[in-house]
T-cell receptor, first 114, second 112 residues
Framework: EAAVTQSPRSKVAVTGGKVTLSCHQT?????MYWYRQDTGHGLRLIHY???????EKGDIPDGYKASRPSQENFSLILELASLSQTAVYFC?????????????FGSGTRLLVI | GDSVTQMQGQVTLSEDDFLFINCTYS??????LFWYVQYPGEGPQLLLK?????NKGISRGFEATYDKRTTSFHLQKASVQESDSAVYYC???????????FGGGTRLTVRP
């Protein structure tokens, strides 16, 4: 069954530390995305990628980097974690018909920065 | 840029009540409109998709329609069940940048 798998499911990080969130998809989709979820804000796009070895900035990219080493894998990197980055992070994938196809989301990574 | 406004943050109903959730959107593109549902501990999943071609979508007893004139779209269900308790997002797609724009979400609680 096609799926998007995120790891870890939850993480506690120290302010100023480096955090890497990982995402793996078996959907054979070209597009992958990282969203952030905060109460009352819905989901907001951080970075996305439409091909391996290339990433694009979304709506709220500041403080985040992304890496797409292969079609299946997409990582979100917080070089210097801050308290304001405490949130739930979702990875998603979609096929080439961007914006018109449904997305497949992972189950999320709950990040707490202390 | 694209935007979606979801007015109802929380809705509480009893089983067999009628559900109606409303959103408005703004975009310069021909939109594709989605409703996603999120259950506790899970990621959002697609519930319905509505395009400018068909104006309406139906799935699992839910019906979504959109009104181009007022740039609004709606989700309704005639008779909700306790299992429908979840967060519902209205979502705008179809523009540049390969992204979906989410509304703030409506938390539906259905009491038995």
């Amino acid at each position: 069954e096609a799926a998007v798998t995120q790891s870890p499911r939850s993480k506690v990080a120290v302010t100023g530390g480096k955090v890497t969130l990982s995402c793996h998809q078996t959907n054979n989709h070209d597009y992958m995305y990282w969203y952030r979820q905060d109460t009352g804000h819905g989901l907001r796009l951080i970075h996305y990628s439409y091909v391996a070895d290339s990433t694009e900035k979304g709506d709220i990219p500041d403080g985040y980097k992304a890496s797409r080493p292969s079609q299946e894998n997409f990582s979100l990197i917080l070089e210097l974690a801050s308290l304001s980055q405490t949130a739930v992070y979702f990875c998603a994938s979609s096929d080439r018909d961007r914006g018109r196809s449904d997305y497949t989301f992972g189950s999320g990574t709950r990040l707490l920065v202390i | 840029g694209d935007s979606v406004t979801q007015m109802q943050g929380q809705v509480t109903l009893s089983e067999d009540d009628f559900l109606f959730i409303n959103c408005t959107y703004s975009t310069t593109w021909y939109p594709t409109l989605f409703w996603y549902v999120q259950y506790p501990g899970e990621g959002p999943q697609l519930l319905l998709k509505v395009t400018t071609a068909n104006n309406k979508g139906i799935s699992r007893g839910f019906e979504a329609t959109y009104d181009k004139r007022t740039t609004s779209f709606h989700l309704q269900k005639a008779s909700v069940q306790e299992s429908d308790s979840a967060v519902y997002y209205c979502v705008l797609g179809g523009g540049l940048g390969a992204k979906l724009t989410f509304g703030g979400g409506t938390r539906l609680t259905v009491r038995p």
